[in-house]
């Protein structure tokens, strides 16, 4: 059999052999052609370099047709330039990497006008959008939108929305889980590969925005440190959901809960998708009843970068009607004084400063909040 299959395998071998005579000389040939094209290119970009009197350019003539299709891969403009879409084909791995590119020059070598990504962690439908749209209108070059929604779920915004093809590829996200992680990770990756995007606020379908977009934006913009809760609970809803297995990388006493719904700079948020020392300890030893999202970002901030974290959040909930879930308004419950309440009567620190100016956004609103929310944006949280 052996001897048979031999010969079999040497005549293989035989053929490209036989064939290899006539390809150097097309390739001779090819290379020639091109060569030619190159210098008859270069000769007629030498001419119109010199009509239009183009200083400092350095011409090689033979390499003249390479040379231009680099000059346009390597134009600055190509590195600055934000994703045409949301829609990509990379998997999380590509996209996590990629996201993760930074740049070792502090300075911007262009006018960089820093934007806040609104990253829209959501079911399906944002019944809220009108409100939305009221807020982002006019401010176009000063934001940009994400939306992670289920990953079936098909958007029904048309051209004329800001929320138009703002959806990410999205996976299930499940509360409490690491899938709710991942789905942040994957909101702050996508919003990385805009370079502009300088400061990245997660918000809900049932959140709205408290003031109009130039406060908002000037509050992030402004502000020295990044907006996730992050505090030392006790009782066996904070202290009594560590497990000692993630000993060193987290000690009890590093142990942190905070809000799911945070506010982080690019730095943050760079750290917040490359990180792979803390991920691996939550995801196998944080799960329900210790619930993930209330705890890995507000605990590996608090370790990594304590001094660039304000341990407060600047999205309002309502605990005070207990249980487990927080209070959700609706219809009935907007008036102007209940929003002023939110607005005006807090206290906290902005840059070590006193300030009222404590909560941007709130949550949560029904669907039927909309309407007399609608009613009072132009009067009390000044859009219109
Ligand atoms: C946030 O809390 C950490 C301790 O977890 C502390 O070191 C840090 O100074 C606090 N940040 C601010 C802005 O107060
Ligand atoms: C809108 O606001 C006005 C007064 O500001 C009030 O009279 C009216 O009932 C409100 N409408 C709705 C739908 O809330
Ligand atoms: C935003 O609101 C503040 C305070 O309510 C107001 O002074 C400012 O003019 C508003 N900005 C715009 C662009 O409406």
């Known amino acids: 059999m052996l001897a048979r299959v031999l010969p079999l395998e040497e005549g293989k071998d035989l053929l490209p052999r036989a064939q290899h005579k006539p390809f150097p000389l097309r390739i001779i040939k090819i290379f020639l052609l091109f060569l030619s094209l190159g210098v008859v290119i270069s000769v007629l970009s030498v001419y119109t370099t010199r009509y239009f009197d183009v200083k400092n350019v350095i011409l090689q003539p033979r390499l003249g047709l390479i040379q231009q299709c680099f ?12 994703p045409s879409s949301s829609k990509h084909s990379m998997n999380d791995e590509e996209l996590f990497w990629r996201a993760s590119f930074v740049p070792q020059l502090k300075k911007y070598p262009h006018k960089r006008v820093p934007k806040v990504a609104f990253m829209f962690l959501t079911r399906g439908p944002l019944p809220l959008s009108p409100l939305w749209e009221r807020f982002f209108e006019g401010h176009e070059e000063y934001y940009s939108i994400y939306i992670h929604s289920l990953p079936n779920y098909k958007d029904e915004f048309k051209s004329g929305s800001v929320f138009y093809q703002r959806q990410v590829p999205s996976q299930v996200a499940e509360w409490g889980k690491m899938s709710m992680c991942d789905a942040e990770r994957r909101l702050l990756a996508n919003a990385l590969l805009d370079l502009s995007n300088e400061r990245f606020v997660l918000v809900s379908e049932s959140c709205i925005p408290l003031h109009n977009f130039s406060i908002i934006y000037q509050y992030l913009i402004k502000s020295r440190t990044s907006f996730v809760g992050s505090f030392d609970d006790p009782t066996p809803h904070g202290r009594g959901r560590y497990n000692s297995r993630m000993y060193p990388e987290v000690t ?53 970068t304590p001094n660039l974290i304000a341990n407060r959040t ?25 929003l002023k309440r939110i607005i005006e009567g807090q206290k906290c620190l902005y840059n070590g400063q006193p300030s009222s100016l404590c909560f941007l956004f709130a949550r949560k609103f029904a669907p039927s909040a909309l309407e007399p929310l609608l009613n009072i944006t132009n009067t009390l949280l000044g859009f219109s």
């Not at 000059?71 to 934000?82: A, D, H, L, S, V």
């Not at 309002?316 to 927080?326: E, F, K, L, Q």
């Open 314 to 338: 600047v999205t309002y909930v309502d605990w005070s009607r207990g249980g487990a879930h927080p209070a959700t308004f609706g219809k009935g419950d907007i008036t102007e004084a209940f």
């Open 71 to 82: 000059t346009e891969e390597n134009e600055f403009k190509r590195w600055i330039k934000p």
């Open 252 to 304: 009890l006493a590093q142990w942190r809960k905070g809000a799911q719904w945070f506010e982080v700079n690019r730095e943050l948020a760079v750290k917040l998708v490359s990180d792979t020392k803390y991920y691996p300890k939550f995801k196998d030893y944080c799960r329900p009843a210790c619930y993930v999202d209330e705890h890995y970002f507000p605990t590996m901030l608090s370790i990594e």
